[in-house]
């Protein structure tokens, strides 16, 4: 009857009957380590582990109308992006404390002396590529700096579009190797980082490429197209939404003439649901069911732990669309819900 109900949901608030979705296409590109995803013939994404990387991620993500919702910075630049946060490319999941060690913020920018303390995640197989369902299941490994396994990870991925709204399902099943214990903090789990249109503005001196790849500090910002704006769905908007808990947050904001919203929605499935927004203005766009007191000193302490072969499971769903209202979030959120 739930089930019933949400769907007469969908159908008043305008979602209405999608047609028959298009078939998802998973290219293998094994001499450069990527899954390129396609809907039809049309590009959407690609899960690419290179060896010079820290972890897979999915790089770059587009819209149904061809437009890169995700930055270059630092695989492919672009003019006038930033340049802070080298670990920050398309989206990802991981996290800053996982006993003791950073996978959050490990990259090619880490010092050699200063990269015992921080972990690694590496690509291990593909476990499943099935076009029909859209499904993508892999494995990776959860490794320190001596390549001992923490944990091992199986992703399963679902790509969908139905009417221009794309859709990434996300479910992350982590299997301890060791005694395992995550303990609360900012960085983490799920991550997007966002293209320059949907920053939001500032009048603060940053470092940004030029026309020729340079980079370059520029005093004063030149936000032309830069219109990002936040909400969650307790109605907060702007800086607002960070450090708050919420079922989902969604990042609007206009680019080459086309209004895009990204969304991430939340599991009720999830430890300590609903999850920490870590959604900042410069364009980082995360959502984390770890972060506790780190980002909000009245939250529960949170610090699960594993036990050799224990395993614990995240599910997030991102919506990619055009300007989608609360009540249409609301819908695909109930729907989520109930999977």
């Not at 998802?24 to 049309?42: L, M, R, S």
């Not at 020729?212 to 990002?228: R, W």
């Not at 984390?288 to 909000?296: E, I, P, Q, T, Y």
Request: glycine share 8%.
């Amino acid at each position: 009857m739930k089930k019933i109900i949400n769907t007469l949901i969908v159908l008043i608030v305008g979602v209405g009957c999608f047609p028959s979705t298009p078939k998802i296409d998973f290219k293998y590109n094994g001499e450069g380590k990527q899954i390129d995803v396609y809907v039809g013939t049309k590009y959407f994404t690609s899960l690419i582990y290179p060896d010079t990387m820290e972890k897979p991620v999915l790089y770059p993500i587009v819209t149904a109308s061809g437009k890169e919702i995700t930055r270059g910075y630092p695989l492919h630049p672009r003019p006038f992006e930033r340049t802070d946060h080298p670990h920050h490319v398309g989206l990802w999941f991981s996290f800053g404390d996982v006993n003791g060690l950073d996978f959050w913020n490990n990259s090619f920018a880490i010092e050699p002396e200063d990269k015992p303390r921080y972990g690694s995640i590496k690509f291990r197989e593909i476990v499943e590529a099935d076009s029909k369902t859209g499904k993508l299941t892999t494995k990776s490994d959860w490794v320190d700096f001596n390549n001992a396994i923490l944990l091992s990870e199986e992703t399963t991925y679902f790509f969908d579009e139905n009417d221009s709204v794309r859709t990434i399902e996300r479910i992350t099943e982590l299997t301890a190797q060791q005694q395992v214990t995550f303990t609360e903090n900012k960085e983490g789990l799920i991550g997007i980082r966002m293209d320059r249109a949907f920053e939001e503005p500032s009048d603060k001196p940053e470092k940004f490429l030029d026309a020729q790849g340079n980079v370059t500090e520029v005093p004063v910002l030149n936000n032309e197209g830069v219109n990002g704006v936040y909400r969650n769905a307790e109605g907060l908007k702007g800086g607002d939404v960070w450090g708050k808990r919420s079922r989902w947050v969604a990042l609007r904001a206009e680019k080459e003439g086309e209004v895009i919203t990204v969304v991430i929605l939340d599991h009720p499935e999830n430890p300590y649901y609903p999850g920490w927004s870590h959604a900042r203005g410069y364009g980082l766009f995360a959502h984390n069911n770890l972060a506790g007191r780190a980002v909000d000193k009245n939250a529960q302490p949170v610090k699960p732990e594993l036990q050799p072969g224990e395993k614990v499971v995240f599910k997030h769903k991102v919506v990619i669309g055009g300007d989608l209202a609360d009540e249409r979030i609301n819908a695909f959120s109930a729907d989520f819900a109930e999977e």
